[in-house]
């Protein structure tokens, strides 16, 4: 069935890297997402990478997509205290409408 | 930059009652969303809109939602008779074919 799963919290120094998981179990994904949700806010798509590539960089941020193990993570560089925010893995899957299919949420505290 | 907006950012109803949560996308988006998150759950998928008609629904929207593209701009999701159950946050998202850019969310209580 399909299930995307995260672990609930990461802690991490204020310009250490830090780093999210994600797994997946559906095979047919064709795009998976990082999003942010900062307190009261909505959903903030932050990057996102086709199925068929291993990997994506966007200034501070790094996507790599191991497809064999369906594990999905998002490394963030030089972590700021306004990187702290709940991160969401999701994925579509083909022929699906564009559904998107979310994990939990991975809570993300930056500390000083 | 244009971004989704939402209203009311906060509904509270009495249990029963309909309610419209109301979405203007962004304006050369051609896909539409649907989503909620029940406090502490995950969020999930309610309906997709295309060309002016659902191309996928999920389980929970069953014959008490609705929506509708009333006017070309606006998105809007009914709810017939709420229930205890759909206490949640609504999101909105619209898009082109590969992303997807959420509205702040409606806040919706039943009583």
């Known amino acids: 069935g399909e299930d995307v799963e995260q672990s609930l919290f990461l802690s991490v120094r204020e310009g250490d890297s830090s780093v999210i998981n994600c797994t997946y179990t559906?095979?047919?994904?064709?795009?998976l997402y990082w999003y942010k949700q900062e307190p009261g806010a909505g959903l903030q798509l932050l990057t996102y990478?086709?199925?068929?590539?291993d990997m994506k960089q966007d200034q501070r941020l790094t996507v790599l997509l191991n497809k064999k193990d369906k594990h999905l993570s998002l490394r963030i560089a030089d972590t700021q205290t306004g990187d702290s925010a709940i991160y969401f893995c999701?994925?579509?899957?083909?022929?699906?409408?564009?559904?998107?299919?979310f994990g939990q949420g991975t809570e993300l505290s930056v500390k000083p | 930059e244009p971004e989704v907006t939402q209203t009311p950012s906060h509904q509270v109803t009495q249990m029963g009652q309909e309610v419209i949560l109301r979405c203007v996308p962004i304006?050369?988006?051609?896909?539409f969303y649907w989503y909620r998150q029940i406090l502490g759950q995950k969020v999930e998928f309610l309906v997709s809109?295309?060309?002016?008609?659902?191309?996928?629904k999920s389980e929970i929207f069953d014959d008490q939602f609705s929506v509708e593209r009333p006017d070309g701009s606006n998105f809007t999701l009914k709810i017939r008779s709420t229930k205890l159950e759909d206490s949640a946050m609504y999101f909105c998202?619209?898009?082109?074919?590969?992303?997807?850019?959420f509205g702040p969310g409606t806040r919706l209580t039943v009583l």
């Open positions: 999701a994925e579509t899957l083909y022929n699906q409408g564009g559904k998107l299919i």
């Open positions: 304006s050369n988006h051609l896909y």
């Open positions: 990478i086709f199925s068929n590539m």
């Open positions: 998202a619209s898009g082109g074919s590969n992303e997807q850019f």
């Open positions: 809109f295309y060309n002016n008609e659902i191309s996928e």
């Open positions: 559906d095979s047919s994904s064709t795009y």
